[in-house]
């Protein structure tokens, strides 16, 4: 922790100050807080400087996954989605200066050298999100994953001390897990909207289609879907415990998102769960799990 605090204070001269202003700092904090509180959570545990540029990342993830619920028109979401794809490539319309997040992600790039190419890949991922094609596969439920969650562990690791192609295989795994928790977490919502992220494959492999899903009732076909998504990244989930053991303490605690996504699908796993109910998480427990998580050998080295 030690050397990741000195990382950390290299850095302070690019992402504090009048770099990018302390009013655009408290929006990106307190976008991630709202809508995104349990990453919000894990970026207490770090430094000042990798909390601003943790928070930065956080709130464009906000931006970029959110455009689905802004839009009523597809067309909409492609605009606002090349807006962001022409700022990265530095041809952005419009100020970047009026966009705090915008902002405050430029100078996390530059203070952390962190891979635009990896940025544009997210905003593509989520191109799907507009539309209401269902995910066709398991394998290509997987690649969505691996680029719109597993980048932010990834990330968050390069901003927290460095990125290897051993962080990036337990990124991968950690994308997988997460994904799957916010997956099954967002099935009521996106039932509703008649958007289909569990995959076809999965649901004819147990008799399931998509209509029943979009009519929100719980059936056994339906439960033994829920049930070998929730085996599966629960298989990722200890790949990822295990591995975790084997990388520098200094970027282990960019893994913290992944406790409280472990909780998840424990309680999704109880027989009495209700797919299609919306679940009111606990910030109180949230944060506890997440400090228990912070206090471990596994996620602190």
């Not at 655009?24 to 770090?46: G, K, M, Q, W």
């Not at 540029?53 to 979401?77: K, M």
Request: glycine residues 8%.
């Amino acid at each position: 922790r030690r050397a990741a605090s000195r990382r950390g204070g290299a850095h302070r001269g690019v992402m504090s100050g009048e770099a990018t202003g302390g009013d655009a700092a408290a929006f990106c904090a307190a976008e991630v807080r709202l809508h995104d509180f349990p990453r919000y959570a894990s970026t207490l545990f770090v430094t000042p400087p990798q909390r601003r540029a943790l928070l930065a990342l956080y709130a464009f993830n906000v931006e970029v996954a959110r455009v689905r619920e802004h839009i009523r028109q597809p067309l909409a979401g492609e605009i606002r989605l090349q807006w962001w794809s022409d700022m990265l490539e530095g041809g952005g319309h419009g100020y970047v200066e009026g966009s705090p997040v915008a902002a405050e992600l430029l100078a996390a790039i530059k203070a952390y050298d962190l891979p635009v190419a990896r940025l544009l890949c997210l905003i593509e991922e989520h191109q799907f999100d507009l539309y209401n094609d269902p995910m066709p596969t398991r394998e290509a439920l997987a690649s969505y994953l691996d680029g719109s969650v597993a980048v932010l562990f990834a990330l968050a690791a390069k901003i927290l001390g460095s990125l290897s192609p051993e962080i990036e295989h337990v990124a991968r795994h950690a994308g997988q897990v997460a994904g799957a928790a916010d997956v099954i977490a967002t099935l009521p919502m996106d039932a509703a909207r008649r958007q289909l992220f569990l995959p076809v494959e999965l649901l004819a492999a147990h008799g399931a289609n998509s209509e029943e899903v979009f009519a929100g009732v719980a059936t056994p076909k339906l439960r033994a879907v829920l049930d070998q998504l929730i085996d599966e990244a629960t298989a990722h989930y200890n790949a990822t415990l295990k591995e975790l053991s084997g990388l520098p303490g200094a970027v282990r605690p960019a893994f913290l998102p992944l406790a409280w996504a472990g909780r998840r699908l424990d309680v999704a796993r109880r027989p009495g769960y209700d797919m299609f109910a919306v679940q009111q998480a606990s910030r109180l427990r949230l944060l506890w799990t997440l400090w228990r998580a912070s206090r471990s050998r596994i996620y602190r080295g």
